[in-house]
């Protein structure tokens, strides 16, 4: 296995090792079941360890206390997909070592999938990139906002006027994403938000900083009310002060920027929070080796169910990020 660019501790996997640790659909099933049950072989629908082998075509496993049949993708987000579990793996695969996602396009024709197959693939596996549970920084914490959204320059005269008119300046149609790096574990944390103003930030900061925590930012006035705050003048040309930056959650958002201008070239207003999770986990493992942040990934998706008629749900939210 080939090491990782500038980390010699990190153990990479070329496509040529991912071909021979997967060569058939037996493999992928093996490695999965390992996975998700550890050796412990348990129920999906109860949980319960009385399971035994059964003679079922696509459910290989019986459960004596609830008296189910189930598989490794029962009680999974893998659960009623009818893409093969190898297909499953490379696809888990592809979205831990490509740093700026993979777009379904790109995962229909590697695959041999159809597009609409492939792109709720990927939202399936983004489930699994969302952090589980409360994350709070014991800090420094680096706090910042973004705009994401499609750029004026491509944009149509009339789509440009339409926007305005929709939201009275073409900026204020793109979706503001709120951030927070952690200096100690380099970890980072992201929310899709309605608008910038001092009670959003304001709880953003408190559910994930520890109150003690001392929070770096820009100069904007919205982040003045944290106790233990300094920050640096973006408007006056200071973007560093000694140790008080925001480059570390800024370099965050250059890597989801460049993946939606290059890979996604669109991202729904609706769907965003998806992608930032996607990004967000990505980078919160990017320092495990490649066979771990996989098996991560795997971990994560017990317990978990997104349907097809649920993820395409009209939510009243227009695609303002485009």
């Known amino acids: 296995m080939a090491k990782g660019p500038g ?34 072989r348990c129920c999906g629908h109860c949980g319960s360890l009385k399971t035994t082998e059964a003679s079922h075509a696509k459910m290989p496993y019986w459960c004596s206390d609830c008296r189910s049949y189930f598989s490794v993708r029962t009680g999974t987000v893998m659960e009623a997909s009818k893409i093969p579990l190898l297909k499953w793996v490379y696809a888990i695969y592809l979205d831990c070592t490509s740093l700026k996602g993979v777009s379904a396009m790109k995962l229909h024709r590697d695959l041999g999938i159809g597009y609409r197959a492939a792109w709720f693939l990927q939202h399936r596996i983004r489930e699994a990139f969302a952090a589980e549970g409360p994350v709070v920084f014991a800090g420094p914490v680096e706090i910042d906002e973004t705009y994401v959204g499609g750029s004026a320059k491509s944009m149509h005269a009339a789509q440009k006027k339409k926007l305005k008119e929709e939201h009275g300046s073409i900026s204020a149609s793109k979706a503001m994403v709120v951030g927070a790096k952690d200096r100690k574990t380099g970890k980072v944390v992201a929310r899709v938000i309605d608008k910038g103003d001092s009670p959003m930030l304001h709880g953003f900061i408190e559910s994930h900083t520890d109150p003690s925590a001392t929070v770096f930012t820009d100069g904007a006035s919205v982040y003045k009310f944290w106790f233990n705050h300094e920050s640096v003048n973006h408007s006056a040309g200071e973007f560093v002060r000694g140790i008080v930056h925001t480059q570390g959650v800024e370099s965050f958002w250059s890597m989801l920027k460049r993946a939606h201008k290059g890979v996604f070239h669109r991202m729904s207003a609706k769907h965003l929070q998806r992608y930032v999770d996607e990004f967000s986990g990505r980078h919160n493992i990017r320092d495990r080796d490649t066979i771990d942040q996989m098996r991560h990934v795997v971990a994560q998706m017990v317990g978990k169910r997104l349907k097809y008629r649920d993820l395409i749900a009209e939510t009243g939210e227009s695609s303002v990020a485009t």
């Open 7 to 40: 980390k010699s501790h990190r153990k990479g996997i070329s496509l040529l090792d991912l071909a021979q640790m997967f060569p058939d659909e037996a493999a992928a099933t093996e490695w999965l079941e390992n996975a998700i049950w550890q050796g412990e």
